[in-house]
């Protein structure tokens, strides 16, 4: 198989100048190229830029695949609506990684898997993804603890460590999440194990009261501050930040952490589980086939038993046509006669008539042929 890579990037909080396209062109001739986005694929050559310095620079998510099963997302957000204390507390391994560049947090997801054989559709790849950053910037970090379930799915933690805090949500996954899900290749019952202690998803609430009290909370300066930036426009996710200031959620009571052994523990037993249901389930599936298909051979033995006669003449005919096909046929109708002989104790007369048969069509190889081989 060719080699095959694929590279999206995409800026969200400002487009590219006219200067800074021409630089990322001057990286590429056939690459797709607009004031907010950068696509290529590549099955010769390679990427010739550096994607953590492009997203340092440019570019606000990333998302790359190759067919030897190398799949990789990265995400920048404000400082202010990520913090990296925050990221730090699931992003810890090669895995799912976070750093710090200039205000901005950068989130690192990577998954690899030589043993897969197909990568995804690149027409919606990273547009299917695009949510998560705006999940994130409202305060849900149910991504984040995806990517920290890859890291426990991977070995690169220790049994001992203690799970992060398990957010709210994770049992009712959007499409976005869930594409995340299979674009990292969590294990389903690993997840469904980690979702059983999260406590459903709760509405942030922004109203008017709410407004109210926290402007109320700030001294005048801070207000002024907030004022001027927003008229200014010039941060893109500074509404975005004081929604998630001033929104309130329901806080769920904690709960006691889990660590990486019980979690992929519990995984193993839910897996075993599922699939002795599954097989349960195809043994039950199978034995009911069984009978309908014994049921069905039993009434269709019954009608040829009543039509005997007229079968061995239809045989005749089969036979004298001396094309395959027919042939064919008539070794089949042959076969279902012998079981009907065992099934009515007749089976001596069967095995006159067909010696007979065998007799009279002995210069017939093809057909002699086929009887050998039907154990007739």
């Not at 005749?316 to 006669?337: E, F, G, M, N, W």
Request: hydrophobic share 40%; aromatic share 8%; charged share 30%.
């Amino acid at each position: 198989m060719s080699e095959y890579q694929y590279y999206e990037f995409l800026a969200i909080d400002r487009r590219l100048t006219s200067g800074e396209v021409a630089l990322l062109r001057s990286f590429s001739t056939r690459a797709r190229i607009t004031s907010t986005s950068f696509v290529n694929d590549y099955q010769w050559g390679d990427f010739k830029g550096d994607e953590d310095a492009w997203m340092d620079r440019y570019f606000d998510a990333f998302l790359y695949f190759a067919n030897w099963g190398t799949n990789i997302l990265k995400l920048r957000l404000p400082s202010s609506l990520l913090d990296k204390r925050t990221a730090d507390l699931y992003c810890v391994s090669e895995s799912a990684s976070v750093r710090e560049q200039k205000g901005k947090t950068i989130l690192t997801f990577a998954s690899h898997d030589e043993e897969i054989d197909e990568w995804p559709d690149e027409s919606d790849a990273l547009s299917a993804l695009i949510p998560i950053r705006a999940q994130i910037a409202a305060g849900d970090l149910r991504s984040l603890y995806i990517g920290w379930l890859l890291s426990a799915q991977t070995g690169e933690l220790e049994d001992e460590e203690v799970e992060p805090p398990v957010p709210p949500g994770l049992g009712d996954l959007d499409g976005s999440l869930e594409r995340l899900v299979d674009f990292l290749r969590i294990d389903a019952d690993l997840l469904d194990v980690a979702a059983a202690d999260s406590p459903p998803m709760t509405a942030a609430t922004l109203t008017r009261e709410a407004i109210q009290k926290w402007i109320a909370g700030q001294s005048s300066a801070e207000r002024d501050d907030y004022l001027e930036r927003l008229i200014a426009a010039e941060e893109p996710a500074l509404a975005a930040e004081l929604q998630r200031l001033i929104g309130n959620r329901d806080v769920a009571e904690p709960r006691t952490a889990r660590t990486v052994g019980t979690l992929l523990s519990a995984a193993r037993d839910a897996g075993d589980e599922r699939r002795r249901i599954a097989a349960a389930r195809a043994a039950i599936e199978k034995t009911r086939r069984e009978q309908e298909a014994a049921s069905a051979r039993a009434k269709y033995l019954d009608d040829l038993a009543r039509r005997e006669p007229a079968v061995w003449i239809e045989i005749d005919s089969l036979i004298a046509t001396k094309q395959p096909a027919s042939y064919d046929r008539a070794v089949v109708l042959l076969v279902d006669l012998h079981e009907l002989a065992g099934k009515h104790s007749s089976e001596s007369s069967f095995l006159g008539r067909l010696e007979v048969l065998r007799t009279e069509h002995a210069r017939k190889p093809s057909l002699i042929s086929k009887l050998q081989r039907a154990g007739l």
